[in-house]
């Protein structure tokens, strides 16, 4: 709804256009490039409202465009889009999965038994942290769902030092050793 100073006001957010002086947006902002409260350019955004037929943008970070069970910016690696209707139990920080594709293991049909598609199987991993906890954890899981299983990130860095022990351990033909200890603290760089 336009209010006589070109902004029309986005069903999301109606209060803008009473609380944001057009007249001091830089070039960068009215373009829609940067952030119209704060003119950053390197944040994740959303849309507020329209300018001048533009869509002006306002950075995920700042309160008002949170829900309000989050009482912290979300963590740089947050891909979620959090909403103030969601479930206690999936108000949840994700980043992006990362996948490695099983290429010497059967292939897992992810079709039906009439129409199959063949593809392989996927390990899957990514950072996961309720609102209410203080650190991550690391899930990893398959694409088959035969199995899911959260770890601390202590026990994902002692786990991946295993895994980069027994890689050098068939790579060099030695015997493998065990190089995290679990009262010995490795800082993966």
Same mark, same amino acid.
């Given at each position: ?24 947006? /830089? ?33 995920? /970070? ?114 493998? /050793? ?12």
């Amino acid at each position: 709804m336009p209010n006589g100073t070109g902004v029309t006001a986005d069903a999301t957010n109606p209060v803008v256009s009473r609380t944001l002086n057009v007249a001091n947006l /830089t070039p960068q902002q009215r373009s829609g490039l940067a952030c119209v409260l704060c003119g950053s350019s390197d944040q994740p955004m959303t849309a507020i409202a329209i300018l001048d037929g533009v869509q002006i943008f306002t950075c995920t /970070t700042h309160p008002a465009n949170r829900p309000a069970w989050l009482t912290q910016p979300c963590p740089a690696w947050c891909v979620e889009k959090h909403h103030d209707s969601d479930d206690p139990e999936d108000r949840n920080h994700r980043s992006d999965t990362l996948i490695t594709p099983l290429l010497t293991m059967d292939f897992i049909n992810y079709g039906s038994p009439t129409e199959p598609q063949f593809g392989p199987l996927e390990l899957m991993c990514d950072l996961v942290r309720h609102h209410l906890e203080a650190e991550p954890r690391i899930n990893i899981g398959d694409t088959n769902d035969a199995f899911s299983s959260f770890l601390s990130l202590g026990e994902a860095e002692q786990f991946a030092w295993r895994l980069l022990a027994l890689v050098h351990a068939a790579r060099t033909s030695t015997i493998p /050793t065990d190089p995290a200890p679990a009262d010995q603290g490795h800082e993966l760089a």
